[in-house]
């Protein structure tokens, strides 16, 4: 599969969890909105738990390019929420190829056609 083909079956992966009906429209009762602010606060407390615990292992350093918005967001992480920002990468993407695993793959051939 070529990289154009890889990215574009990864868009529709994405496309695919989109939902958009009409049962949005409806509102949910402010006790269900409470219930779902809990969860996601939880789940939100047990991601940066992980990031925390996260240990970098390895000293190599990689140059990335960050926009200015997302570098104001990691401006705010350490001070916020105890998370270093070279773990919080780290995390992110160990986290993205253990839910894509044919990226890794996807790799390894295009390395192998240069």
């Known amino acids: 599969?070529?990289?154009?083909?890889?990215?574009?079956?990864l868009v529709q992966g994405v496309r695919g969890e989109i939902t958009i009906?009409?049962?949005h429209d409806v509102?949910?009762?402010?006790?269900?909105?409470?219930?779902?602010v809990d969860?996601?606060?939880s789940d939100i407390n047990k991601l940066l738990e992980s990031m925390r615990k996260f240990e970098v292992k390895g000293d190599s350093k990689r140059l990335i390019r960050?926009?200015?918005r997302t570098e104001e967001v990691?401006?705010?992480?350490?001070?916020t929420f105890r998370v270093d920002v070279t773990s919080f990468v780290n995390f992110l993407c160990w986290?993205?190829?253990?839910?894509?695993?044919?990226?890794i793959n996807e790799i390894?051939?295009?390395l192998n056609k240069i």
């Open 1 to 9: 599969m070529g990289s154009g083909d890889y990215i574009n079956k």
């Open 21 to 23: 009906g009409e049962n």
């Open 27 to 36: 509102l949910p009762s402010v006790a269900e909105e409470n219930d779902n």
């Open 39 to 41: 969860k996601e606060a």
């Open 66 to 68: 960050i926009d200015a």
């Open 74 to 79: 990691l401006k705010l992480l350490n001070p």
């Open 95 to 103: 986290e993205f190829f253990k839910e894509n695993p044919e990226l």
């Open 108 to 110: 390894k051939q295009s």
